[in-house]
């Protein structure tokens, strides 16, 4: 089994996505990159070099639904007929990319301002092209093997930076296809999720990761394709760092709280001062899994105030 990056460009400030071509029965791409010309002309000269048409590509694996991961699938499918697969976990959100409304909750909820959520929203509709339109979806599940004529993939159900983060195993040599999940010059954010098994829930995105991270530790991975950036070869060593600096965050976010409490927007603005833009909806959502993790961990407690939910030390 051959297993092929292709870099494809993405306007995100993350920088360029990590594509992934498994070059064995049936022809597979791991992720696509999002859906503008550039990243598709990116794609498409990409696998050229390989000597890959794109009318060749049979299947089609999403990491998660992030825009940069997902968005030229419909195109793809269209052009292909691949098949796409997806955790289950995360169909919702492709199929109803445009609605922002379990959003809105959340962040009215964290404590941002009225206006501040009506520029997320506008941001975030900006975007939402990116995601391309509608895909067929065949959903997969933790532990499912994926088969090709040599070999195979295990998937890996790794929630944390969204619900339904998937990560893709090779046993026979310990090679991880991590997208997201793991990415070796920077902490991949977790973000703000409506709870995919509880509506009235906020995903406990912080507490998750760690897990998932900690499921991957006992893989003990010989070599990790990332989503972005470089492969990461010392997942032991990357592991106990992003494990230190999750703790050292925790603790500032604590030392942070007033005496009063705070919402997680105002938690957001102490920690992340200077960011604007859609680095102050990351902010937001690193102040509140943070301090959702701090409750579960019996630190902190959290109170409702109106709509909003105040945090405090106990």
Request: glycine share 6%; charged share 25%.
């Amino acid at each position: 089994m051959q297993i092929h990056k292709i870099v494809v460009p993405t306007p995100f400030y993350v920088g360029p996505v990590n594509v992934y071509l498994v070059r064995t029965d049936p022809l597979t791409l791991i992720d696509v990159g999002p859906n503008t010309e550039e990243a598709y002309q990116g794609l498409c000269s990409g696998l050229a070099d390989l000597g890959i048409e794109l009318k060749q590509i049979k299947r089609i694996i999403i990491s998660h639904a992030h825009e940069d991961h997902y968005g030229l699938a419909s195109r793809l499918q269209e052009i292909a007929g691949a098949e796409v697969l997806l955790h289950s976990w995360e169909e919702k959100k492709v199929h109803n990319n445009y609605d922002y409304s379990e959003h809105r909750k959340l962040l009215k909820r964290a404590g941002v301002p009225q206006q501040v959520i009506k520029r997320f929203e506008q941001g975030y509709q900006r975007f939402s092209p990116l995601a391309g339109s509608q895909v067929s979806i065949t959903p997969v599940e933790d532990e499912e093997e994926i088969i090709f004529e040599k070999g195979s993939l295990k998937v890996l159900h790794t929630p944390g930076h969204t619900p339904g983060s998937i990560c893709l195993f090779r046993e026979s040599n310990r090679e991880l296809i991590a997208a997201d999940t793991v990415i070796k010059h920077i902490s991949p954010n977790p973000m703000l999720h409506v709870d995919p098994l509880d509506n009235y829930r906020r995903f406990p995105s912080l507490s998750e990761y760690l897990c998932s991270v900690s499921r991957i530790k006992e893989l003990a991975p010989t070599f990790i394709h990332s989503g972005h950036g470089h492969p990461i070869l010392d997942y032991g060593e990357h592991f106990h760092r992003l494990v230190r600096r999750t703790q050292e965050r925790q603790m500032k976010v604590i030392s942070l709280l007033p005496n009063r409490g705070a919402t997680a927007w105002e938690i957001s603005e102490l920690l992340f001062p200077n960011v604007e833009g859609m680095h102050r909806y990351l902010a937001v959502s690193e102040a509140q899994a943070h301090l959702d993790m701090a409750v579960a961990d019996g630190r902190l407690i959290m109170e409702k105030q109106d709509e909003m939910e105040c945090f405090r030390i106990k």
